[in-house]
């Protein structure tokens, strides 16, 4: 597609320094999630009694938000050395966090490689991310996969809002599922 019209000069050093702030700012979620991650690491949080309600408090995050960051963090350590560059965003990380990091080097790289009209899109990356999923999870599941099954159902279980008519009950329905599958000891 052809451009309309050409800027002026003045139109042009204002699209350069939106686009440095833009730059930036896609930087920012990675060293925020190496900041959270090492609070997180070294305690500097105990004077709000545990990491989530220091995020919560501190910052207004929500567990997982603060998670996602810190996830986000790990990803772009993994890939940043693929030729193909590192995701943009953090909607990009988070379908590759739950991969190892050799299935998210080869994620990333499968997902610039296949992007449509090469645009890298989050929604991209978490169809490639996928395929790997479905390769690399055994019949026989081992026994810390039921943390990430907890983290990804409570992260699911955030995105009800507040006022929705039907929050009430979706917490029922939750609490019933946790009474009828705890374990008795």
């Given at each position: 597609?052809?451009?309309?019209?050409?800027?002026?000069?003045i139109e042009e050093s204002?699209?350069?320094r939106l686009?440095?702030i833009?730059?930036?700012?896609?930087?920012?979620f990675?060293?925020?999630?190496?900041?959270?991650m090492?609070?997180?690491d070294?305690?500097?949080y105990?004077?709000?009694?545990?990491?989530?309600?220091?995020?919560?408090?501190?910052w207004?995050y929500a567990?997982?938000?603060?998670?996602?960051?810190i996830?986000s963090c790990?990803?772009?350590?993994?890939?940043?050395?693929?030729?193909?560059g590192?995701?943009?965003?953090l909607?990009?990380?988070?379908?590759?966090?739950?991969?190892t990091?050799?299935?998210?080097?080869?994620?990333?790289?499968?997902a610039v490689?296949?992007?449509?009209?090469g645009?890298?899109?989050?929604?991209?990356?978490?169809k490639?991310?996928?395929?790997?999923?479905k390769?690399s999870?055994p019949k026989?599941r081992?026994?810390e996969?039921?943390?990430?099954?907890?983290q990804?159902?409570?992260?699911?279980?955030?995105?009800?809002a507040?006022n929705?008519?039907?929050r009430?009950?979706?917490?029922?329905?939750?609490?019933?599922?946790?009474?009828?599958?705890?374990r008795?000891?």
């Amino acid at each position: 597609m052809e451009p309309q019209t050409k800027l002026t000069s003045i139109e042009e050093s204002e699209l350069v320094r939106l686009e440095s702030i833009i730059e930036k700012g896609q930087q920012t979620f990675v060293e925020v999630g190496a900041a959270l991650m090492e609070i997180k690491d070294s305690g500097l949080y105990k004077q709000h009694g545990t990491f989530e309600q220091y995020c919560k408090e501190r910052w207004g995050y929500a567990r997982t938000t603060a998670y996602y960051l810190i996830q986000s963090c790990k990803v772009i350590e993994n890939v940043q050395h693929v030729e193909q560059g590192s995701p943009s965003s953090l909607r990009q990380t988070i379908p590759l966090s739950g991969l190892t990091p050799p299935q998210q080097q080869e994620a990333w790289k499968k997902a610039v490689d296949t992007a449509p009209e090469g645009k890298v899109t989050a929604k991209h990356v978490e169809k490639t991310a996928k395929e790997f999923q479905k390769v690399s999870v055994p019949k026989e599941r081992p026994p810390e996969y039921g943390l990430r099954y907890a983290q990804m159902a409570i992260m699911d279980l955030e995105k009800i809002a507040d006022n929705d008519i039907y929050r009430d009950q979706a917490i029922t329905m939750v609490k019933e599922w946790i009474q009828n599958h705890e374990r008795r000891s």
